[in-house]
Antibody, heavy 123, light 110 residues
Framework: QITLKESGPTLVKPTQTLTLTCTFSGFSLDTGGVGVAWIRQPPGQALEWLALYRLTDDRRYNPSLSGRLSITKDTSKNQVVLTMTNMGPVDTATYYC???????????????WGRGTLVTVSS | EIVLTQAPGTLSLSPGERATLSCRASQSAKSTYLNWYQQKPGQAPRLLIYAASTRATGIPDRFSGSESGTDFTLTISRLEPEDFAVYYCQHYGGSPRGYTFGQGTKLEIK
């Protein structure tokens, strides 16, 4: 069974750095064809992809946010950490951790999701 | 950057009816990278369809996906009460563009 769970602060102040941890089970990032991504959703709005970590340290970022984002893997645990600097009120959103997967036909998709964690940016 | 435009914004139908949801890409979009998700209130999204037309594991066959050029369609053949939700299309535009989502279609009970 695949599970993912987000953890981190629920409230951050403007200009602070947000650090979120995704703890996952049921798959390994040492296996080709899988990865972990972060996707967020402001209240009442659409989804926005943030970052993706794949095999062998392959990291991808949303180009509109890349200067503020960092995604890393904790090699001793099944965890992927997202860091976002210079937080502002517009970054208030539910942040989801998801499993990314690809198949033999090069399709790729986000097939398993955590429940999400609401982060509010306010002074 | 490929922009995905979903229509309509809201679709009001009754259980048992057929639903047709549209996702139009602003430029040529590879169907291999076009996916659909369902999101119910207070829940995380769920993968429904990947590669434009392949149902994800456990998805009922009343859900189907198709494509015609830059237009992608999600069809629900006979609506069940649990199908009323928000639906998002999503596309991978390659590196460095990454992944984009449409703005969503809300399917509500008439």
């Amino acid at each position: 069974q695949i599970t993912l769970k987000e953890s981190g602060p629920t409230l951050v102040k403007p200009t602070q750095t947000l650090t979120l941890t995704c703890t996952f089970s049921g798959f390994s990032l040492d296996t080709g064809g899988v990865g972990v991504a972060w996707i967020r959703q402001p209240p009442g709005q659409a989804l926005e992809w943030l970052a993706l970590y794949r095999l062998t340290d392959d990291r991808r970022y949303n180009p509109s946010l890349s200067g503020r984002l960092s995604i890393t893997k904790d090699t001793s645990k099944n965890q992927v950490v997202l860091t976002m600097t210079n937080m502002g009120p517009v970054d208030t959103a539910t942040y989801y951790c998801t499993r990314w997967a690809t198949n033999w036909n090069y399709a790729d998709y986000f097939d398993c999701w955590g429940r999400g964690t609401l982060v509010t940016v306010s002074s | 950057e490929i922009v995905l435009t979903q229509a309509p914004g809201t679709l009001s139908l009754s259980p048992g009816e057929r639903a047709t949801l549209s996702c139009r890409a602003s430029q040529s979009a590879k169907s291999t990278y076009l996916n659909w998700y369902q999101q119910k209130p207070g829940q995380a999204p769920r993968l429904l369809i990947y590669a434009a037309s392949t149902r994800a594991t456990g998805i009922p066959d009343r859900f189907s996906g198709s494509e015609s050029g830059t237009d992608f369609t999600l069809t629900i053949s006979r609506l069940e009460p649990e199908d009323f939700a928000v639906y998002y299309c999503q596309h991978y535009g390659g590196s460095p563009r990454g992944y984009t989502f449409g703005q969503g279609t809300k399917l509500e009970i008439k």
